[in-house]
């Protein structure tokens, strides 16, 4: 058997890795170079807050001036890797497809702890709303998460409703026969339909009872290829899309095995917004919120 080379594994991972990263695309992302510098592992997203106009009473009155403001939302990067030792015995007698047998499971499950960085942030999310699970009530709570987004201003377009598996059959129930949505394939895989709005996308690596409606913009999701390693025998890197990593090879002549090293740094965070006073000024201690979170409960 013909060992890939570092470049030739890129190639066949790449695909994979987006395949697995369904949630990472329905939210914002935060361009790789913008990570570094005197932040190092962790990037603060300025997040533009709406203004207010003033209206000047009479004629020759003083103009009012206000600030304008950001709030910040930091995500820290975590380095997420799988490391595979491949012995000259193994290499010799027991592989038959390396790209199949070693670099599909590598691949898969860094893509999955990529995905998680997003996952874990949604199942943190305190609950916003119930449903008793049967179709009726979940199609009342869902208008109220609609409702909800609509009036903190979150724009109609771009709205997504991930699921759990249980969640999932309600909503299933509710969308018949519907065709799925008109997204690219990779999210079409794991999109239910079009419900009020929404772009119903299932997700294993959501709470099975949940459910979270949002705007794109309510959370943000970070990669980055690491650089290419210095003392590697071979290292090749490639994106796609704003999602990437790095494939490692190197001889451990000591124990006579290759080792491939996957990598890739991600992670994510929720926004939260201010809320503003009628003059104007953010009130203290008081956010809003881009995202609805349901849950199956009594």
Do not use: C
């Amino acid at each position: 058997m013909a060992v890939l080379t570092a470049q030739g594994i890129a190639s066949t991972a790449i695909p994979l890795l987006i395949r697995n990263l369904v949630l990472a695309r329905t939210v914002s992302m935060v361009p790789s170079d913008e990570f570094g510098g005197p932040n190092g592992e962790t990037i603060t997203v300025r997040v533009p807050q709406p203004g207010r106009a003033r209206e000047q009473e009479n004629r020759g009155d003083l103009l009012v001036a206000d600030d304008v403001y950001e709030v910040p939302v930091d995500v820290a990067m975590k380095h997420l890797y799988h490391l595979k030792n491949v012995t000259d015995q193994e290499l010799t007698f027991d592989l038959e497809n390396f790209a199949r047998q070693v670099t599909r499971v590598q691949t898969s499950a860094v893509a999955t702890s990529a995905e998680e960085q997003l996952t874990d942030v949604m199942n943190a999310l305190a609950g916003d709303g119930q449903t008793d699970g049967t179709a009726a009530d979940t199609r009342s709570a869902l208008l109220e998460a609609r409702a909800f987004l609509s009036s903190n201003d979150a724009p109609a377009g771009s709205r997504y409703l991930a699921v759990g598996p249980n969640f999932a059959n309600i909503v299933l129930e509710l969308l018949g026969d519907r065709e799925t949505a008109n997204t690219d394939s990779a999210l079409r895989e794991a999109t239910l339909g079009r419900l009020f709005g929404f772009t119903v996308v299932e997700s294993n690596g959501l709470d099975a009872d949940s459910a979270v409606a949002y705007h794109s913009s309510g959370f943000v999701w970070a990669n980055r290829i690491p650089r290419p390693a210095r003392g590697a025998g071979e290292s090749a890197a490639t994106s796609d899309q704003g999602v990437g990593l790095r494939q490692v090879f190197q001889y451990d002549a000591s124990r006579a095995q290759d080792q491939s090293l996957l990598s890739t740094f991600a992670g994510a965070a929720a926004v939260y917004d201010w809320d503003f006073d009628e003059s104007g000024e953010p009130e203290s201690g008081d956010v809003a919120k881009r995202f609805y979170k349901l849950e199956i409960g009594s």
